[in-house]
Every structure is written in C-alpha cells, then in structure tokens.
C-alpha cells in the first residue's frame, strides 16, 4: 500500500491527512473525545446537536443547510459513541472533489472552512449559545433516547450493557441521561462546550486529492480552537465479570423475545492478544460460519438471527440473538454449551482458517472506504497502538488455535438480558 | 464483449450478453482491493402470478421468492457460506418487490469465488427435510419484523394503498403462507425465474475485465439450460383510488410513526427512470431538511431528523412515501399535504430547483464511491431500462416546468393513504 497518512499538529488539533486519488470524494472526519462521565455526558452528547444549527456566518439553520447544498449537497453530519472509557463526538463532510463538477471556488477549502465555524464559531445571541436552538435540540435528544426502545433489538443490546456495566460510566448513553437534560440551558451550556473545546482530543482527517500542507493552511484560516497542545487518550480500566452470572428478564409488548449476553473478555484493542480474541469472536458468532449461527439457527431452527459482537475498546464481548419466547432456556443452554466448547478448544480447524480468511477480507476491504480507513487509523489513535492494515493482517495470519484457546479462558460470561412479552409464564 | 466510457464519470463499463441470453456486466475500478458481485433474477415477490414458457398458469404462496432466495444457499456438499468463507468471502442476498439478488464481496480469490456464486445460484437442491427446516427460521424472521414498528407502518401504508397489486403482500410473507410451501412450489419457482436470460451478472472492483469475462463465459458454456421463453407474469387490475384512506395499528412507540403518500397510475415504462429522477427532485425541493417547510415542522416540534421522503416505482405500481415520527399525525398529515397542494397551485422557484439539482447530483456522486451501491442500483436502473452512469445527464436535463408538472400530477388529495403506529391504550 503506497498511499500512507502524513501526520501534522496544528495547536490542539492533531492533523491525519490521507492523499489519495481514488475517490470522487473528500473525506472529513473531525473526532472528540472526553472521558464518558457521570457529570458532563449529557453537556457533551447535546453540544453537535446545537452546532449542527447554525455559524456566526450562517446563523439561520436553513441558510445554513442551504450552504450545504450549494457546495453539491456536501454530506454532512454527527455521530456520539462510546469508546472505551470515553465520549467521542464525530462529525463528518463528505464532498465531491472539484473535477467532477464545474466549481468555481476549492470544495475542500470551503468545506473545511465550513467544518471549522460549525465546531468553533458557532451561532450565538448576548454571549451564550442561542436559546432556541438549545431547547429545541433538548427536546430533541430526549425524543432519541426515547426512541431507543422503538428498536427492539438496539434496546435489549443497550439494556444488557447497562446492566453488566451499573457500577460504571460505561452504562451511560452516548446520548446522555433525560434527567440532566431539563438542568441545561443556553448559558450553562455555552460554557461546558468552552470546557469542552479546551480539553477534548480533537483528530482531524482528511482523505483525497490532498496533502498535509494544503489541509494544514486551510485549517489555520478556518479553526479558532484555544491555544495548547494535543491531548492524548488514557487506556480503559478492565473489569472482571461478576462471580455470579446475572439474570435480567424484563417484559414488554413483544411478540419475538430478544435474548442477549455480556461478557468480559479481559483485553482490549491495545492487547497483544487482541489479534487471538478478534479470531475467538469470529468462531463464536462473528459470521455465517460461526458456532451461534450454525448451532441455534441452522441445527436447532431458533433464531433468524444469532452473532456477537467484540467491543475491542472496552473489553467486553456482547451476543445478541432473536427467539421464539418459550425457547429461552433451550436457546440459553445451546448458546452456553458454545461458550464452553471455545474453552475447552473445541472447534474444527476448516472454521479457524475461514475466520482468518473472513478476518482478512475484511481488513484489506476497509482499504476501500475512506471513512473505514480514518475509523481504523483513529483506533490506533484511541488505544496508543500503531497498527496498519499490513501488520495487523499479518497478526491475524500468525494467531493459532492455541492462542484462541488462551484467550477464550480469559472470556467470562457477566449478564443474560432476556426481553419478552407481558404474558404470563407457563 | 464491448467497452462503454462514461467520461464525465472516469469510468468505463464493459458488457456481454453471453449466448445463453445472461447478461454481464463488468466495471473495473482500478487501485480497489476489493471486488463485489451481484447476480440478479428479475424476480420477487410480486412475481406470484405467472406462466412459465410453455406451461400452465400458476399461483405460488406469499413469500416464496424470499423462501427460495434463503434456500438457495444450500447445496448437498453443505452450506455455501462456509465455501465462501474458506475462500475469504463474504456472501449475502436479498429480496425486493421485484428482483432477488445474491451477491459475495472478496478481496482475493475472484475467479474461485465467482465460480462458486455462479454455481450455487444455478444449482437448486431443495429437500422435503431442507425446505421444512427452513421454516422455523423464517418464522422467526418474521415475528423479528412484526415487533419493528418503522416496518410495520411502511407496510401498512401500501397496504392502505393497494388492494390487488401483490406489492401489498409482506415480502417475507406470513406464517400460514411460509408453512405451506414445498419443494415441488420451490422448483416451480426456480425453474421460471432462473434462467439466464432472465438474469444479470454485475462485477465491480480492482479485476482486469477480459480474463474476468473470459471467466464467466467458460463457466456457462460449460453449463447446459433449457431453451429460454416469455414469462407471463398476471397482476390483478388495480383500481386508480387508494384501498383506504389510512390504516392505525398499536405497538409500543415511544411517539406516533406516521406515513402517508400519493398513489400515482404507473406511467408509461419506458419513461420510469426520468419520472423516477424528477419525483425524487421534487419531493427534496419541498420536504428536504433544507426547505423552509422542514425547518417550520422542526420549529413545531413536528417532526425529528428521521423525518424523510422516498418514490417508489416498479411494475405496476408508483406511490410517494413522506413522514417519521410525531407528536400529532393528523396535525402533521394536514400541514404537508396543504404545502404540497399549494406548491401544486403556485409552483417551486428556479432558485430551489437549482440548488435541489446540485444537492441532488453530489448526493448520486458520492453514491458513486461505493461499490455495493453501484451494484445494487445499477441493475435497478437497468430493469428499468435507464442507466445508472447518466444520471447526472437526466438531472442535468429537467426543466424547472417539468418538475412543477409532476408536483401536480402527484399531489393529488383524492390518491392520499395514511398510516399509523401507535402505542395502543394500556
């Protein structure tokens, strides 16, 4: 692979700059992250939601969207998740490169440009933020926590994390807690988001027909971010699973249970083992080929669906599986009995080679993506690694079955979250 | 085989109709690591009606095209996703009101992974133990999409729209209707709608396009197929006005789903893809996140980000999909629909239309940059007879006076069906 990023630093921004002529597109991806806490979740997770409103420049929201769709409807938007034991806000632009348009002005300066006044020189009114815009955006995030629920396989999967996770940050939303919302307002938020500004880590990338220098003088006109220096991400602290597995079963208006595990793993993505856990999660339940998918849907008829799911990040490994409410049991002990035989070494190693194979795939797909690269590439930035696609192909090709056997002793199972109807048992 | 440039675009597009009446298609992106490949049968599940050539008239049990697409992937050496896993790839399908399309994405081994889709596609084995064993899966595939409230109200309202056309009918079909289907129903199926002439093989990615046709055209020579023929396929005249004029149901939400949509004559065929363009354009202009009606709508607390638009068209059948979810549907019914009826009466300005244009050609560009969703719309368009790669042309093409045409041929208050989820009392 020819095309590598150039690293640069201008004040606190880390700057991540991919050249590269394959895409029609230029790829921005600005991250920031916090430590997930208890106090300033919800200051932190409503902040993009009022930037996303309007710039001193635009301070209207629909001259501001309208600006967007000048520059050939750059695509542009946020997300919040966790990582580890962090909050990251990122926000994303997407724009067509020049050449494939008759533009007059450079698409990425603008857009870079534009990026800069949405996260430093937002609207404002006497000082502080817009009042309108926080109330309304207040109103709006508590509407997607309450969504959550709307999707029942999404809010068993946070349900079982919340669960396993209660004495942690980590059970916290990205989207932050309905109950800290009413307490925000316009000032107090102004100022959280002046904390935030002074110390979040910021990462910026940018991929396409670019360099280092050419992003490095567009972000000097276009960022006002407080004077300092980078700061860096700290490691998640590990956890041991519970010395009792715990039950959850909650009831609603559900007509398909949803049953789903957490478990520990004891690494996380910065591990050395990381490579032998990511082989142990694909032979569980990462694909078709996989023991969950083979063992409850295609052997037992159970489920449409059966997987896990690796958070390398925090160190917790979660199944998620949609069964028919009077095969809970018989689904629990089949799913177990999986769990089990990974200890005990117990899989052919026709699937091993697959799931190096699968692994693999994937790694050089991301190659593909501008965005999978700057999200691999940010990984390394979150867990102090230096992984590229290369050298953790060849991790992944120098993982043995021993080693998978090792890390899976490492694997306990936390919390069984079971969602079902409201009928009686019976 | 022929080269096709698209020069605007930077890329050419390579093409064979193979002697068996398959049609290939091969685009080659050089500098990508990954290939991903589609072969697609024009054929779902409103396709349950019909006379194969040279046979009698059928009618075959709802959900049987995607009860054949899951089957397909059994084969009497075993299940085919383990051979594309050995292979590094990974393979999925799906199915859609008219096309079932099975697909593999792999970042080595093409010609052996090709090999493979061609053959397990072309290779029907389906048992009485098999095809029984399947049905606990989907059964519980569909109780997973009966619990999905965005599933049901989208449902809902073409089922509000349509009485006869079968695109009413779940994709997935029912339990009952999943329960009766058997082999000999499955072979039917496979027979009529799986012959190469009725079948398109796309190929994206880093290959070199001669050897890979060279390739594809040793695999069919090698394979014998009955003489091919018209397929009949019946539709039940669907009357011009909607079934009915909105359709509740109740489960748990945390706030109302609402839909609704014009019902539209299907139009003239060979004039989809136009129509389809110009519909998409006209209900961005009016109902996209940078038009004045939006933004009021958020201001009210009307609508949330999810609040969004789509246009629906394929054999037979034409509607409009507006809504999301709200505080008040018929508040939110009344006030989109008023705005549509008077932007019937007084048109859109040149202004809107243009930056809609723009918006609209960036969007399709930045679609360009991914592979699967070239593969996936390409055979889309070409179905409809239009082409993928001069989408921009059409854009360019549309004229402010077409677009508020279609804006009065649509919005028409005696064509509106409605539908609703709710929490239902407690």
């Known amino acids: 692979m020819s095309e590598q990023f150039q690293r640069g630093v201008w004040g606190r921004l880390r700057l991540h700059v991919l050249p590269t002529k394959r895409f029609k597109t230029f790829a921005v991806s600005l991250y920031a992250g916090v430590p997930l806490s208890e106090d300033r979740v919800t200051s932190v997770a409503l902040t993009p939601f009022v930037l996303r409103r309007g710039t001193q420049a635009y301070p209207e929201t629909l001259s501001f969207r309208e600006r967007l769709d000048d520059l050939y409807g750059a695509g542009f938007g946020f997300d919040l998740y966790k990582r580890g034991d962090h909050q990251i806000v990122q926000f994303r632009l997407d724009i067509i490169n020049d050449r494939f348009v008759s533009a007059t002005e450079s698409l990425l300066g603008e857009a870079l440009h534009f990026l800069g006044e949405v996260v430093t020189a937002p609207a404002l009114e006497d000082g502080h933020f817009r ?89 000097e006109k276009s960022f006002r971010l407080p004077a300092g220096q980078p700061s860096s991400y700290s490691a998640p602290t590990l956890r041991k699973a519970r010395a009792e597995v715990q039950t959850i079963v909650e009831k609603l208006d559900v007509g398909q249970g949803k049953l789903n595990m957490g478990l520990r793993v004891g690494e996380t993505y910065g591990s050395n083992k990381y490579a032998s856990l990511l082989v142990y999660n694909g032979l569980l339940g ?77 790694l050089r797909e991301l190659q593909d993506s501008a965005f999978e690269r700057i999200a691999f590439d940010f990984s390394n930035v979150l867990s102090g690694v230096e992984r590229t696609g290369e050298s953790f192909i060849a991790e992944i090709q120098a993982v043995t079955p021993e080693n998978v056997t090792a890390v899976a002793q490492g694997v306990e199972l936390d919390t069984i979250y079971f969602l079902r109807d409201r009928k009686e048992e019976g | 085989m022929t080269a096709k440039p698209y020069p605007k675009l930077q890329e050419t597009l390579w093409q064979e109709k193979l002697d068996n009446g398959l049609e290939v298609f091969i685009l080659p992106k050089p500098g990508f690591t990954k290939t991903y490949a589609t072969f697609t049968t024009r054929y779902g599940s409103i396709d349950n009606h019909f006379t194969p050539p040279g046979g009698e008239t059928i009618k075959v049990p709802d959900g049987i095209a995607h009860f054949l697409e899951h089957k397909m992937f059994e084969e009497p050496e075993g299940d085919i996703f383990s051979q594309f896993a050995t292979q590094g790839a990974s393979a999925n399908a799906y199915t859609s009101f008219d096309r079932t399309v099975y697909l593999f994405t792999a970042t080595g081994e093409i010609e052996a992974n090709l090999d493979t889709l061609l053959h397990f596609v072309q290779n029907p084995y389906f048992t009485d133990e098999n095809v029984e064993k399947e049905k606990g899966i989907i059964v519980q595939e569909i109780d997973m999409y009966r619990d999905n409230p965005d599933w049901r109200v989208y449902f809902g309202l073409i089922e509000a729209m349509y009485e006869k056309h079968p695109v009413h009918i779940d994709i997935a079909g029912t339990a009952d209707s ?147 979810e709200t505080r008040d549907p018929d508040e939110l019914v009344a006030r989109v629909s008023q705005a549509l009826y008077d932007a019937a009466s007084n048109g859109i300005s040149s202004e809107i239309f243009e930056r809609t244009r723009r918006k609209k050609i960036g969007a399709y560009l930045r679609m360009m940059n991914s592979p699967e969703s070239i593969a996936s719309e390409f055979t889309r368009y070409r179905h409809k007879g239009g082409d993928l790669f001069t989408v921009v042309e059409v854009y360019e093409s549309l004229t402010l006076d077409e677009i508020n045409e279609r804006i009065k041929e649509h919005a028409n208050p005696d064509r509106r069906a409605i539908s609703i989820v709710r929490s239902g009392p407690a």
């Not at chain 1, 910026?204 to 220098?213: A, F």
């Not at chain 1, 295609?298 to 199944?319: F, Q």
């Not at chain 1, 599986?321 to 769990?339: C, H």
């Not at chain 2, 009606?293 to 201001?299: A, F, R, V």
Request: glycine share 8%; aromatic share 10%.
């Open chain 1, 286 to 362: 990462g694909f078709p080929h996989s023991k969950l998918f083979v063992n409850v849907r295609e052997k037992a008829s159970l489920a449409y669906y059966a997987s896990s799911r690796l958070d390398g990040h925090k160190g917790i490994l979660t199944l998620q599986s949609g069964v028919e409410i009077a095969n809970y049991e018989r689904a629990v002990t089949i799913i177990r009995e999986q769990i089990e035989a990974m200890k005990k070494g117990d899989f052919a190693m026709e699937d091993f080679h697959r799931t190096q194979a699968m692994i693999v795939g994937q």
């Open chain 2, 178 to 324: 999943v329960r009766s289907i058997t082999k000999e129903m499955l072979y039917d199926c496979y027979n009529t709608f799986y012959h190469p002439t009725n079948m398109t093989l796309f190929i994206v990615g880093g290959i070199d396009p001669q050897e890979t046709m060279e390739r594809v055209k040793r695999d069919q020579a090698k394979k014998s197929f009955p003489e091919g023929g018209e397929i009949k396929r019946l539709f039940e005249e669907e009357p011009i006005q909607v079934k009915t004029g909105k359709k509740e149901l109740f489960l748990p939400v945390s706030l109302p789903k609402c839909l609704f949509g014009f019902k539209e004559e299907p139009g003239d065929e060979k004039d989809a893809v136009r129509r389809e363009l110009a519909s998409k354009l006209m209900l961005e202009a009016l109902l996209g996140s940078s038009s004045t009606l939006y933004q009021q709508l958020y201001d009210d607390n009307l609508i949330s980000d999810g609040f969004g638009h789509e246009y629906n068209t394929g054999p037979g059948y034409s509607f409009s999909i507006i809504g999301g």
């Open chain 1, 131 to 219: 009042n309108k815009y926080v109330e309304a955006e207040k109103t709006t995030v508590s509407k997607r926590i309450d969504a959550i629920i709307n999707d029942k396989i999404r809010y068993a999967a946070e349900r079982c994390v919340e669960e396993m996770c209660k004495d942690e940050p980590f059970r916290l939303l990205a989207l932050g807690r309905k109950d800290q919302l009413t307490e925000l307002n316009a000032e107090n938020l102004y100022e959280a988001y002046q904390q935030w500004l002074r110390e979040a880590s910021f990462d910026l990338y940018v991929s396409g027909d670019t360099s280092l220098e050419e992003v490095q003088s567009l972000v």
